[in-house]
């Protein structure tokens, strides 16, 4: 069975200071996708990242990137040169080979001027 | 493109009554999936069509019920509410045909409560 932790209910980090997340799985497939998604308090759930598990480069976005170390079976996000804009919970989610997600418990991010 | 659509976007219902919820995909887009998303169970998948037939299916009792119309556009329903429905409910959209790693592109949410 896949599983997805993110162990940081919620942080705090200054404005333009950057900031990372904490995403670790477990799965017994070979191929699976992690994402990242960002919900701010309206609800919607927002794509911000993909990173496919045979991809070698580490996914970046704009200000977002994602440290993949397959091993280690971590995928972080890192979010460089916060804004306040950038605070709501942040989601990590594996995909099985039909698609299906399964998410992680999320991060609460604050962003603080 | 306009993203995905969910109605209607807050509801409110009493325990017993049924309820379906609508979601329109992203024009092109044939996965379409539900999740529900409560403060105790976070976030759950529900399950998920593609042309016009349940592919995937997640852990629910047989009260949540979907459907998929041929034009993409998915039907979520679930009957004899009880007070642990209240959720939000996600509709999300993939371009994947075959299964597979696509994104899911999230619509804004039906807010249920269940009195």
């Known amino acids: 069975a896949q599983k997805i932790t993110q162990t940081q209910p919620g942080m705090f980090v200054q404005e333009k200071e950057a900031v990372t997340l904490d995403c670790t799985y477990d799965?017994?497939?070979?191929?699976?996708?992690l994402f990242w998604y960002k919900q701010p308090s309206s609800g919607e759930m927002i794509f911000l990242i993909y990173?496919?598990?045979?991809?070698?480069q580490n996914a970046t976005e704009g200000r977002y990137s994602l440290n993949f170390q397959k091993a280690r079976k971590s995928a972080n996000l890192v979010i460089s040169a916060s804004q306040l804009g950038d605070s709501a919970m942040y989601f990590c989610a594996m995909s099985d080979s039909w698609g299906k997600l399964q998410f992680g418990a999320g991060t609460q991010v604050v962003v603080t001027p | 493109k306009a993203g995905v659509t969910q109605t209607p976007r807050y509801l409110i219902k009493t325990r017993g009554q049924q309820v379906t919820l609508s979601c329109s995909p992203i024009s092109g887009h044939r996965s379409v999936s539900w999740y529900q998303q409560t403060p105790g169970q976070g976030l759950q998948f529900l399950f998920e069509y593609f042309s016009e037939t349940q592919r995937n299916k997640g852990n629910f009792p047989g009260r949540f019920s979907g459907r998929q119309f041929s034009n993409s556009r998915s039907e979520m329903n679930v009957s004899t509410l009880e007070l642990g429905d209240s959720a939000l409910y996600l509709c999300?959209?993939?371009?994947?045909?075959?299964?597979?790693?696509?994104?899911?592109?999230f619509g804004p949410g039906t807010r249920l409560l269940v009195l």
């Open positions: 799965t017994s497939d070979q191929s699976y996708g």
């Open positions: 999300a959209s993939s371009g994947a045909e075959a299964g597979g790693a696509e994104t899911q592109y």
């Open positions: 990173q496919g598990s045979y991809d070698e």
